[in-house]
């Protein structure tokens, strides 16, 4: 890892620091629930707008549309074209206790 410091003090790093933010994915096929990192001064919908083909999920659990849990992984890349919908964690309690 390098750091470089300018004259004002502000530090820069090879390291790009990004939030985890639980998710739960529906594919065409499959729902994941799971981690999507954000970068720095973005929101979800920015990360999802991203050019490249496919997007990193972290602790994943796929399931069957049935709800059976298929697999599970530690990393998986979904391919962007596949994705239907993404709902944050949160609002899917928010959604449960009538809010």
Same mark, same amino acid.
């Given at each position: *890892?390098?750091?470089?410091?300018?004259?004002?003090?502000?530090?820069?790093?090879?390291?790009? =620091?990004?939030?985890?933010?639980?998710?739960?994915? $529906?594919?065409?096929?499959? $729902?994941?629930?799971?981690?999507?990192? +954000?970068?720095?001064?973005?929101?979800?919908?920015?990360?999802?707008?991203?050019?490249?083909?496919?997007?990193?999920?972290?602790?994943?659990?796929? =399931?069957?549309?049935?709800?059976?849990?298929?697999?599970?992984?530690?990393?998986?890349?979904? $391919?962007?074209?596949?994705?239907?919908?993404? *709902?944050?964690?949160?609002? +899917?309690?928010? =959604?449960?206790?009538?809010?």
């Amino acid at each position: *890892m390098t750091i470089e410091f300018d004259d004002n003090g502000k530090f820069f790093t090879d390291i790009i =620091s990004k939030t985890p933010v639980p998710v739960l994915i $529906q594919t065409v096929i499959h $729902q994941i629930h799971g981690n999507i990192h +954000i970068g720095q001064d973005r929101r979800l919908k920015d990360e999802l707008d991203l050019p490249e083909k496919f997007i990193a999920i972290t602790d994943a659990i796929i =399931s069957s549309s049935d709800g059976q849990v298929l697999y599970r992984t530690h990393f998986l890349a979904v $391919q962007r074209d596949e994705i239907i919908w993404v *709902m944050p964690d949160k609002e +899917i309690a928010n =959604s449960t206790n009538g809010s």
